[in-house]
Nanobody, 119 residues
Framework: VQLQESAPGLVKPSQTLSLTCTVSGGSITTNNYYWNWIRQPPGKGLEWMGAIAYSGSTYYNPSLKSRTSISRDTSKNQFTLQLTSVTPEAAAVYYC????????????WGQGTQVTVSS
């Protein structure tokens, strides 16, 4: 399975950040697969943001839940993250990753995409 993130690259403060992960080599509806968004701000560790399961169920990091939405387009084999009201602290490398049977362990990662927040 291969994953590829796409994002605008530059977002202004207070705007909504939208990222898409395109999956190839496997279906996002495959039983027991979980599709995750993870980010890494500069100089910091990885932060799990949320996930959408093969069933369509969603899971969110409680600290981001009020501003985060994950959805999917099964016809395109894509899943999308929206993060509202971004601040400069949202600047990070964003990754999508696949988990098999869990949202805690990942066996496939996208290459990551850099997002900058600036006016």
């Amino acid at each position: 399975v291969q994953l590829q993130e796409s994002a605008p690259g530059l977002v202004k403060p207070s705007q909504t950040l939208s990222l898409t992960c395109t999956v190839s080599g496997g279906s996002i509806t495959t039983n027991n697969y979980y599709w995750n968004w993870i980010r890494q701000p500069p100089g910091k560790g990885l932060e799990w943001m949320g996930a959408i399961a093969y069933s369509g169920s969603t899971y969110y990091n409680p600290s981001l839940k009020s501003r985060t939405s994950i959805s999917r387009d099964t016809s395109k084999n894509q899943f999308t993250l929206q993060l509202t009201s971004v601040t400069p602290e949202a600047a990070a490398v964003y990754y999508c990753a696949k988990g098999a049977g869990s949202i805690l362990l990942y066996d496939s990662w996208g290459q990551g995409t850099q997002v900058t927040v600036s006016s």
